[in-house]
């Protein structure tokens, strides 16, 4: 127990220690120090404002295949071996997968219009 006290606090120091460093040794930096580049032109948005949110339910649905593809694969070369229950296994794998796909679909991020 007192191991485990003396890490933290070690580690509640480091983490002061390196706080404190960092505010001692800040900079003041211009305002275009810090804007992002844009082909050298000021931005015209906000960079968590250029997306529509119908973007992150299609990740979710391209997450959703890419997953469904990475254990596939490798599922397929071992079916034989594995027998009934990896069937069943993949089944239940499949069906997690849908419940992105339903959600997707629910949202509306299918309609383009």
């Known amino acids: 127990m007192l191991a485990v006290l003396s890490l933290f606090?070690?580690?509640?120091?480091?983490?002061?220690t390196l706080?404190?460093?960092s505010s001692l040794m800040a900079i003041?930096?211009?305002?275009?120090?810090?804007?992002?580049?844009?082909?050298?032109?000021?931005?015209?948005?906000?960079?968590?404002?250029?997306y529509h949110a119908r973007w992150y339910a299609i990740t979710i649905l391209?997450?959703?295949?890419?997953?469904e593809m990475i254990f596939m694969y490798?599922?397929?070369v071992v079916l034989a071996d594995m027998g009934v229950g990896a069937v069943v296994?993949?089944?239940g794998f499949l069906a997690v997968l849908l419940v992105g796909v339903v959600y997707v679909w629910?949202?509306?991020?299918?309609?383009?219009?």
Request: without cysteine; aromatic residues 12%; charged residues 20%.
């Open 62 to 67: 391209f997450l959703a295949f890419d997953m």
């Open 19 to 21: 706080y404190g460093a």
């Open 28 to 50: 003041a930096r211009r305002a275009t120090d810090v804007m992002p580049f844009e082909s050298g032109m000021l931005p015209q948005q906000h960079a968590a404002s250029r």
């Open 74 to 76: 490798p599922w397929a």
């Open 106 to 113: 629910r949202e509306g991020a299918l309609r383009w219009t």
């Open 9 to 16: 606090a070690l580690v509640g120091a480091l983490v002061a």
């Open 89 to 91: 296994e993949m089944f």
